[in-house]
């Protein structure tokens, strides 16, 4: 499943249960009663913009407020500590959204009610600033995904290449440093942004998208800003601020026991020790107690069936064929040894996965857009030109809504001199950065970039899908194979990823955030330079960030180890079979790797057959995909959450659904943070005074006569 994970994520970012939120609004219902229901909930909805009518919408110079910078760097740079342990440790990457705002509306109400209590405020808080700072967030933190600092840039270095199967030449590898990471995060980060401005009107206003993440982010920030709303905030910050408390407490009790390698809870052998062995172990972890709170339960659930189907069954199977179709003397890290079934096997999964999903949302962007044409029998409207027919009808919301959105024009000049400007320099300096990556090659990429960059944007309004990481990967094949290995295509078709996923990823941020400003009387220049500014937070925060934990943590990039960084790995061997084939594979991987691709395929298409109530009981194949890599541990943690989320939905579902992403991000921010001070500790040299670890018998009596002797 690629979406907003590893989209934003593996790779992925889970936003079903945001999609359910804008669901219940505009799924229709059957039967008189249902209809009834509906009818009232729609009044509802168009009174939305009625309960603010008293209140007077800022112009947007003062919605891009000083104190919403501030708030929102602070943020950021919490939020981007989570992202990059989440990167660096499985690659699942939850959406953080309500998160977000929940603490954006927290900070800054708190900051006015101090100063009205001295007299001093002068502006109130209002909601397009609170959806200022989500989005200022929410792109900051985003580029520790989007930067590649658990994929692609990180699969350059020689501790990945070291794990590779090709023989590491010095044109293949560029380790990281910050200066060039910096360089290179700012060149590509600002051009998705300008690829689509122009057609902002007619993905929100004339084709009506519905962008479920941009659409429940509203109704969340639109309900914080309502009296009841207010007073359920302020006891989800509550109950936030308590597992936050609890989460960090429990992630510093913790370091005590880890003073060496295989040390402490998070190696408990919760099964025994040879399931242990086999990495089904519950790790303690908070963080993925919490993302599994948020993540849907079918998501928790197909990844607990792929660490059974891969390290219960399959590889145990493979290992004892050691020495007949593989070499039984390679180590269990090398990639012509059973560790090639796991990295190749989840590759051939995960492509799959993305190729399907990649053609059924380019399908049904295709199909709408020919409706959408047919149906007006006109050309695309651009920026502020008029659409040739007006809507038959519009809702008192949408009268205002709309009347606001077209206020502030973005003019489609500043969007296409911005993107051939930055397109101009990033074509100039890339090279320099990485010689492997000719400019013609930028060239080439940006000229198609912004059609790739609409079809995403539009295919995720539909869907709430961001296929960035699948347009990476065929950056990867296409330029690494023209490049060629010669050439340092593994470099090139890496760094091309990069280029790819920054521009199609942010292209469809932005309508997102259009798409929350608009149902919050955002103005769209407001988006836009929150956008700009949350961005170029995070060209610094998320390098100096990885730079702390490069620098920090030993072994990082290591299977294994605390932060083994696994698609690092995947995304180089992706593009050293882009730029040298299937050579390298051990015996019977390939033809392993064609079985679950299709498979990938075929449940894919059963999945879609069989209808959205018989789809919840198919495991989805990405996230299957995972574990077969890096073990069932933290399935079994997310499984954990999932449990505690779903018992406490039986015994109080109002409670559950006001409070569970409350608790979750609580679980996540806590342990997230712990993350600062125990890297602070590693570079300062204070090490933990315990190691606590767990033997069998046999090996502990030895342990115990040597130390006897």
């Known amino acids: 499943m690629e979406n907003n994970g590893e989209d934003k994520m593996v790779e992925m970012s889970f936003n079903e249960k945001d999609r359910n939120i804008k669901r219940r609004v505009v799924e229709k219902r059957s039967g008189d009663n249902e209809m009834a229901e509906e009818e009232e909930e729609e009044s509802k909805e168009s009174s939305i913009e009625e309960i603010f009518s008293t209140k007077e919408v800022?112009?947007?110079?003062?919605?891009?407020?000083?104190?919403?910078?501030?708030?929102?760097?602070?943020?950021?740079?919490?939020?981007?500590?989570?992202?990059?342990?989440?990167?660096?440790?499985?690659?699942?990457?939850?959406?953080?959204?309500?998160?977000?705002?929940?603490?954006g509306f927290f900070f800054v109400k708190t900051w006015t009610k101090f100063l009205e209590k001295f007299g001093m405020l002068r502006q109130p808080f209002t909601r397009q600033e609170n959806t200022v700072i989500q989005t200022c967030v929410v792109a900051s933190s985003g580029i520790a995904f989007s930067g590649g600092f658990g994929s692609y840039l990180f699969g350059m270095s020689d501790v990945v290449a070291k794990q590779s199967s090709e023989?590491?030449?010095?044109?293949?590898?560029?380790?990281?440093?910050?200066?060039?990471?910096?360089?290179?995060?700012?060149?590509?980060?600002?051009?998705?942004?300008?690829?689509?401005?122009?057609?902002?009107?007619?993905?929100?206003?004339?084709?009506?998208?519905?962008?479920?993440?941009?659409?429940?982010?509203?109704?969340?920030?639109?309900?914080?800003?309502?009296?009841?709303?207010?007073?359920?905030?302020?006891?989800?910050?509550?109950?936030?601020?308590?597992?936050?408390?609890?989460?960090?407490?429990?992630?510093?009790f913790q370091w005590f026991f880890t003073a060496g390698d295989g040390c402490g809870f998070v190696n408990f052998p919760t099964f025994g020790l040879k399931a242990y062995e086999n990495r089904f172990y519950f790790d303690f972890s908070a963080t993925y107690v919490g993302v599994g709170m948020i993540c849907?339960?079918?998501?928790?659930?197909?990844?607990?069936?792929?660490?059974?189907?891969?390290?219960?069954?399959?590889?145990?199977?493979?290992?004892?064929?050691?020495?007949?179709?593989?070499?039984?003397?390679?180590?269990?890290?090398?990639?012509?040894?059973?560790?090639?079934?796991?990295?190749?096997?989840?590759?051939?999964?995960?492509?799959?996965?993305?190729?399907?999903?990649?053609?059924?949302v380019l399908t049904r962007t295709l199909l709408g857009l020919y409706h959408q044409l047919h149906k007006k029998d006109t050309v695309l409207p651009v920026s502020g030109r008029s659409s040739p027919e007006d809507p038959p009808s519009l809702s008192y919301d949408d009268e205002i809504r709309t009347q606001l959105f077209l206020k502030d024009q973005i003019p489609a000049w500043l969007a296409i001199a911005g993107y051939v400007t930055i397109g101009i320099i990033s074509a100039a300096i890339l090279p320099q950065i990485f010689p492997q990556l000719r400019w013609y090659y930028v060239v080439v990429m940006y000229i198609i970039a912004p059609p790739l960059a609409?079809?995403?944007?539009?295919?995720?309004?539909?869907?709430?899908?961001?296929?960035?990481?699948?347009?990476?990967?065929?950056?990867?094949?296409?330029?690494?194979?023209?490049?060629?290995?010669?050439?340092?295509?593994?470099?090139?078709?890496?760094?091309?990823?990069?280029?790819?996923?920054?521009?199609?990823?942010?292209?469809?941020?932005?309508?997102?955030?259009?798409k929350t400003g608009y149902m919050t009387l955002a103005s769209p220049r407001s988006m836009f330079l929150s956008q700009i500014i949350g961005t170029a937070m995070g060209c610094v925060i998320s390098p100096c960030v990885f730079w702390l934990f490069y620098k920090a943590?030993?072994?990082?990039?290591?299977?294994?180890?605390?932060?083994?960084?696994?698609?690092?790995?995947?995304?180089?061997?992706?593009?050293?079979?882009?730029?040298?084939?299937?050579?390298?594979?051990?015996?019977?991987?390939?033809?392993?790797?064609?079985?679950?691709?299709?498979a990938a395929i075929v449940i894919n298409g059963i999945r879609d057959a069989v209808g959205k109530k018989r789809a919840s009981y198919i495991p989805i194949p990405?996230?299957?995909?995972?574990?077969?890599?890096?073990?069932?541990?933290?399935?079994?943690?997310?499984?954990?959450?999932?449990?505690?989320?779903?018992?406490?939905?039986?015994?109080?579902?109002?409670?559950?659904?006001?409070?569970?992403?409350?608790?979750?991000?609580?679980?996540?921010?806590?342990?997230?943070?712990?993350?600062?001070?125990?890297?602070?500790?590693?570079?300062?040299?204070?090490?933990?005074?315990?190691?606590?670890?767990?033997?069998?018998?046999?090996?502990?009596?030895?342990?115990?006569?040597?130390?006897?002797?």
């Open 553 to 598: 943590f030993n072994g990082l990039g290591v299977p294994g180890s605390e932060y083994p960084a696994p698609y690092a790995l995947v995304y180089r061997n992706m593009s050293i079979l882009g730029v040298q084939g299937f050579s390298a594979l051990p015996k019977h991987c390939l033809t392993l790797c064609y079985v679950f691709f299709i």
């Open 58 to 103: 800022p112009p947007w110079q003062k919605q891009v407020t000083l104190r919403a910078l501030v708030v929102s760097f602070v943020l950021s740079i919490l939020f981007t500590f989570i992202v990059m342990k989440l990167n660096l440790t499985t690659g699942i990457i939850p959406s953080l959204n309500v998160s977000a705002g929940l603490l």
């Open 296 to 360: 849907p339960h079918l998501i928790n659930i197909s990844l607990l069936v792929g660490a059974i189907l891969s390290w219960g069954i399959m590889w145990p199977l493979i290992d004892a064929r050691k020495g007949s179709w593989y070499s039984a003397d390679l180590s269990p890290s090398s990639l012509h040894g059973i560790q090639g079934y796991r990295v190749f096997i989840a590759i051939a999964m995960i492509l799959g996965d993305g190729l399907y999903n990649f053609l059924k």
């Open 622 to 709: 990405m996230a299957m995909a995972i574990p077969f890599y890096l073990g069932s541990y933290f399935a079994i943690d997310m499984c954990v959450g999932s449990l505690i989320l779903f018992v406490w939905q039986k015994v109080n579902k109002a409670k559950a659904e006001a409070f569970g992403p409350a608790v979750a991000s609580g679980l996540i921010c806590g342990d997230g943070i712990w993350t600062l001070p125990s890297s602070i500790l590693a570079l300062a040299g204070v090490n933990p005074p315990i190691c606590m670890k767990f033997l069998s018998r046999g090996t502990n009596v030895k342990v115990d006569t040597f130390l006897g002797s």
């Open 167 to 252: 023989t590491t030449n010095a044109h293949d590898i560029k380790n990281p440093a910050l200066g060039w990471m910096l360089g290179f995060i700012f060149v590509v980060s600002f051009l998705g942004l300008f690829s689509v401005v122009p057609l902002r009107k007619i993905m929100i206003i004339d084709f009506k998208l519905i962008y479920p993440s941009g659409t429940a982010t509203a109704h969340l920030i639109n309900s914080f800003h309502t009296p009841q709303g207010a007073k359920l905030a302020k006891k989800q910050v509550r109950t936030l601020g308590k597992f936050f408390s609890f989460s960090f407490i429990w992630g510093f």
């Open 454 to 514: 609409f079809c995403n944007a539009y295919g995720c309004g539909l869907t709430d899908w961001s296929l960035a990481s699948t347009y990476g990967k065929l950056a990867i094949f296409i330029i690494g194979a023209w490049a060629g290995a010669s050439h340092g295509g593994v470099i090139a078709g890496l760094a091309a990823c990069g280029v790819m996923m920054n521009i199609v990823s942010t292209a469809s941020d932005l309508m997102q955030d259009f």
